[in-house]
């Protein structure tokens, strides 16, 4: 049973930095790319960053490219979120999730909620302003 769980969430201050993690389990982990939505309330999810299963690919949303970098850990089934120069509008529930294909990697195709079929429960990212 795949198992997606994040972590790392809390409140900052406008400014500050943040770094989510993502424990995964009951999947070859270094087949499957991964990616990191956000949902604020009221809101519909959104995409926020991608890492392909080999992590030589990224790709970011515009709203968060040169603020956020996402990293993975195969030794240890993880992968990170770093969130630096956080700002109010980033305030959400995040969430990791997999790619349905293993193997597979498509730069911006990677932003369609879609491609991903297990997601973990989320974590609570709010910044004060």
């Known amino acids: 049973q795949v198992q997606l769980v994040e972590s790392g969430g809390g409140l900052v201050q406008a400014g500050g930095s943040l770094r989510l993690s993502c424990a995964a389990s009951g999947r070859t982990f270094t087949t499957y790319t991964m990616g990191w939505f956000r949902q604020a309330p009221g809101k519909e999810r959104e995409f926020v960053s991608t890492?392909?299963?080999?992590?030589?690919?990224?790709y970011y949303a515009a709203s968060v490219k040169g603020r956020f970098t996402i990293s993975r850990d195969a030794a240890k089934n993880t992968v990170y979120l770093q969130m630096n120069s956080l700002k109010p509008e980033d305030t959400a529930v995040y969430y990791c999730?997999?790619?349905?294909?293993?193997?597979?990697?498509?730069?911006?195709?990677?932003?369609?909620?879609?491609?991903?079929?297990?997601w973990g429960q989320g974590t609570q990212v709010t910044v004060s302003s």
């Open positions: 890492i392909s299963w080999s992590g030589s690919g990224t």
């Open positions: 999730a997999t790619d349905r294909r293993p193997i597979y990697y498509s730069g911006s195709g990677q932003m369609s909620t879609a491609r991903y079929d297990y």
